[in-house]
Nanobody
Framework: VQLQASGGGLVQAGGSLRLSCAAS????????MGWFRQAPGKEREFVAG????????GYADSVKGRFTISRDNAKNTVYLQMNSLKSDDTAVYYC??????????????????WGQGTLVTVSS
């Protein structure tokens, strides 16, 4: 699976962005998907995940109520809608694909495929 993330940019605090992650391959619908982020000097951390069916989602406490993950299996794409952005959300955001038909992973070791990252900068 090859993943291509896009949609990052510069936004003011309180604003919104939508990230997209396009996946190659015909079996996209079998993969749980996740978004992670990495700020300068920090470890990569889980942000949000969605099951292969799309019926289940999971979020980091820091983004609950502000971010929404979704997927469109017909378009082989997973999205991350980010609202009420804060300066602490500034990071490179990565999409990732887990193992087919597995549960949502909440750590990096639960994912086998990674996109190249897209930078989100939130100005205060």
């Amino acid at each position: 699976v090859q993943l291509q993330a896009s949609g990052g940019g510069l936004v003011q605090a309180g604003g919104s962005l939508r990230l997209s992650c396009a996946a190659s391959g015909r079996t996209f619908s079998s993969y749980p998907m996740g978004w992670f982020r990495q700020a300068p000097g920090k470890e990569r951390e889980f942000v949000a995940g969605i099951s292969w069916s799309g019926r289940s989602t999971g979020y980091a406490d820091s983004v609950k109520g502000r971010f929404t993950i979704s997927r469109d299996n017909a378009k082989n794409t997973v999205y991350l809608q980010m609202n009420s952005l804060k300066s602490d959300d500034t990071a490179v955001y990565y999409c990732a694909a887990g193992r087919p038909y597995s549960d949502i992973g909440y750590a990096t070791n639960g994912y086998d495929y990674w996109g190249q990252g897209t930078l989100v900068t939130v100005s205060s």
